[in-house]
């Protein structure tokens, strides 16, 4: 056996009597003044929750069936993760005054000695690095040493793993991400396993599900040393990160899906060129959904169906809170750079050919509308509207309620607001995206950002004219109510082609 530097003793459960079987009252209360503490103190208190759930993060292995045990696996590594942030975050001396990680470390090795770990890892070959990558993270720190664990991971890599596994590109990274930590040059690899990404094939935000965000988010962590260090600004994939995640953390504040949201800030800050209004606002949105215990709830839609459970066990509660608890926690501590703010790509003027395309859709949708005589008039001009930071975050589907017909201007940053609008084409929110394009001032219109937005309205028109293909939300109305709406949709988007037309000639 190897050296220690630390002893494993027992950890004990630092929890109250009757807690195992179920959460106290008031356990789920949101935070009172999260937005009003410091960083540190907000790292404190979810270093601290972590903390009291340490044995839920390294339960018995063999108290676990095969599924429980790839959740096991995942958790463990985070934990491994965290305690790496800890590790180095601390030794500034903002951050290590008042902390202390020997409890984590004690935890991690006691689960890493345990026999579970050890033989499992050994008798299964193609997830050995991924039982022992928290042993990867602890000797990559020069703080645990283990000779069978050594000896696994050289027998692992001899049998050709973990490369030998097929995985998807931004899974390659994290392997090879972890092989570095072992001491192994592989940064022309992982270079070139980051050029195989989602995020590398320059996607289209506004056709991305929640996977592919995920993907994105991963890709930037490796790229920045798992959050250690800001993102070079000589990044091949900057300007596509930056982008990307400003749109999803507008599309993803608005489903309150704190997991992502907490991960998207996190990239944003490592990323020079972010919009800071954006940032600084979603980050408020984030701090509202700290509780009181220093928990944050995956999401809203997961804070509602926990609360409705009666008693609320512990576990359940963990299962719920862990991992955006963890990202909390990293959000507190990564680097924040303030890079000057990326300029919006103005580009030029508008195209002969997407005019004629845009003056086609205006003409089939006055014909829809029944008012052939207008579409061979002058496209007329309409007069500038108004957006709130409320209205982003709270605006109506179908935007037929008039939630975003806000009477207060607000927002004067036209990162948000194009970001805004690729939220909702992504959501198939055609009536506020319609109203959003109209938000968007007359030089950030022709970027390529909003012009993708545009485009999918004109390959969402059919082909008599109307505008919105079958959504959800109408997929079981009444004939009425479904022609009401598209005649809204589409009157709507006549206006929008008239202020495009009327404000971008072609020169």
């Excluded at 096991?72 to 500034?92: D, K």
């Excluded at 300007?239 to 800030?265: K, P």
């Excluded at 949708?365 to 207008?374: K, M, N, V, Y």
Aim: net charge negative; charged share 25%; proline share 4%.
């Amino acid at each position: 056996m190897g050296q220690s530097t630390g002893v494993a003793a027992p950890i004990a459960k630092d929890v109250s009597p009757g807690e195992d079987e179920s959460v106290l009252a008031g356990t789920s209360a949101r935070h009172p003044r999260a937005k009003d503490l410091t960083t540190f103190e907000r790292y404190r208190m979810h270093v601290d929750w972590l903390e009291r759930h340490l044995d839920l993060f390294t339960p018995a292995s063999s108290t676990l069936d095969a599924e429980a045990e790839i959740t096991q696996i995942q958790r463990h590594g985070e934990l491994a993760l965290a305690f790496r942030t800890r590790h180095c975050v601390e030794e500034n001396a903002e951050f290590g005054a008042a902390t202390s990680w020997d409890t984590w470390l004690r935890a991690i090795i006691r689960h890493l000695e345990s026999p579970a770990v050890r033989e499992r890892a050994r008798s299964r070959l193609a997830t050995a690095h991924a039982w022992l990558m928290p042993y990867v993270v602890l000797r990559s720190l020069g703080l645990w040493q283990d000779d069978w664990h050594d000896a696994t991971l050289a027998i692992a890599e001899e049998a050709g793993f973990p490369l030998a596994s097929e995985v998807v590109p931004y899974r390659r990274a994290d392997q090879l991400f972890f092989l570095g930590m072992r001491g192994q040059d592989r940064a022309a690899e992982l270079k070139g396993a980051i050029g195989a990404t989602y995020l590398a094939s320059g996607p289209s935000v506004i056709h991305a599900d929640r996977d592919a965000a995920y993907s994105v988010t991963h890709t930037v962590l490796y790229a920045s040393s798992f959050g250690l260090e800001t993102v070079s600004a000589e990044w091949p994939f900057l300007s596509a990160a930056v982008a990307f995640a400003e749109s999803a953390l507008v599309r993803f504040c608005r489903r309150r899906d704190w997991d992502l949201v907490g991960e998207l800030l996190i990239c944003l800050n490592l990323l020079p060129g972010a919009d800071r209004d954006l940032i600084e606002r979603a980050e408020s949105c984030f701090l509202g959904a700290i509780r009181e215990d220093g928990g944050v709830f995956a999401s809203e839609a997961t804070a509602k169906a926990l609360g409705a459970m009666t008693p609320l066990t512990r576990s359940a509660d963990f299962d719920a809170t862990d991992h955006t608890t963890l990202v909390a926690m990293f959000l507190a501590a990564n680097p924040r750079t303030r890079a000057a703010v990326a300029p919006v790509d103005r580009g030029g003027v508008l195209q002969e050919a997407f005019r004629v395309r845009v003056l086609a859709a205006r003409r089939r949708a006055i014909t829809f509308l029944g008012d052939p005589s207008r579409a061979d008039e002058a496209p007329r001009p309409s007069s500038p509207a108004i957006l709130t930071w409320d209205d982003v975050l709270t605006g109506d589907r179908l935007g037929l309620t008039g939630a975003l017909a806000a009477s207060v201007r607000e927002l004067d940053d036209p990162v948000i607001v194009i970001r805004l609008a690729q939220s909702l084409a992504a959501e198939r929110d055609y009536g506020n995206l319609i109203r959003t394009l109209g938000w968007i001032d007359e030089l950030s219109m022709w970027n390529e950002d909003t012009l993708a937005c545009l485009q999918l309205l004109l390959d969402h028109q059919t082909s008599n004219g109307r505008i919105g293909l079958l959504s959800a939300e109408l997929e079981y109305a009444d004939e009425a109510t479904s022609a009401s709406v598209y005649r809204v949709l589409t009157s709507r988007f006549v206006a929008l082609c008239d202020s495009i037309l009327v404000s971008s000639p072609v020169r």
